[in-house]
């Protein structure tokens, strides 16, 4: 009964490969997250989608594109992997998108990316 | 740009004491402030959010204020555990998607 599944946990990885990481939620959510985490801990969001809609594209590099089949599904394909790109990237869910509040964030358990 | 500030990166505090967590906001005016809890390896979980015209909100052992004069939201830990040792997030920003760098919060026995 896993709320917010993310495969896989670690992906070790060359530089210059291309990758997926998969999420999923069964929560009936509306609306879907990716946020890298670095190795100083600091959480920043990338990507929103609200019903396969991209909502939020912060200041990624192209070489990160999101996909997301339906409204319970958030892939992230990354190209050309870097150094830089290690980290840790969370998928998220919340309720629906609303401008204002209220809606709480359900996290999955994170993916470590390493590029060696 | 919009900030989400806190301050401390680690706090220690002895066990049955009260931990409080700090976290400032800068440059707009937040509608709302979540709080958050991140063990090692582990996916941030939703403890608290408050509200702009909430001027505190509690869950068991947990208290949140919200001071929009001092543009600071504190976290507070009453009775604080071991078990309660872990990385405290605050989030906030117009969308709710900044988070503060974190507290590394360790209650010690």
């Known amino acids: 009964d896993t709320a917010v599944s993310q495969t896989p946990k670690y992906l070790v990885t060359q530089m210059g490969n291309d990758k997926s990481i998969k999420c999923e939620q069964n929560?009936?959510?509306?609306?879907m997250y990716w946020y890298k985490q670095d190795s100083k801990k600091f959480l920043k969001i990338m990507f929103s989608?609200?019903?396969?809609?991209?909502?939020i594209n912060e200041t990624v590099p192209n070489r990160f594109s999101p996909k997301s089949p339906d409204k319970a599904h958030l892939n992230l394909h990354i190209n050309s992997l870097e150094l830089g790109d290690s980290a840790v990237y969370f998928c998220?869910?919340?309720?629906?998108?609303?401008?204002?509040?209220?809606?709480?964030?359900?996290f999955g358990p994170g993916t470590r990316l390493t590029v060696l | 740009s919009q900030k989400i500030e806190q301050n401390s990166e680690a706090l220690n505090i002895q066990e049955g004491k009260t931990a409080t967590l700090t976290c400032n906001y800068t440059?707009?005016?937040?509608?709302?402030l979540q709080w958050y809890r991140q063990d090692p390896g582990r996916g941030p979980v939703f403890l608290l959010l408050i509200r702009e015209n909430e001027k505190e909100k509690r869950k068991e052992r947990l208290k949140v204020t919200f001071d929009t004069t001092l543009k600071q939201s504190l976290f507070h830990i009453t009775a604080s555990q071991p078990a309660d040792s872990a990385t405290y997030l605050c989030?906030?920003?117009?969308?709710?998607?900044?988070f503060g760098k974190g507290t590394h919060l360790i209650i010690q026995p």
């Open positions: 998220a869910s919340s309720l629906t998108w609303t401008s204002g509040p209220y809606n709480e964030q359900f």
């Open positions: 989030a906030g920003g117009a969308d709710g998607l900044t």
């Open positions: 440059n707009y005016s937040p509608a709302y």
């Open positions: 989608y609200n019903n396969k809609e991209l909502i």
């Open positions: 929560l009936g959510h509306d609306t």
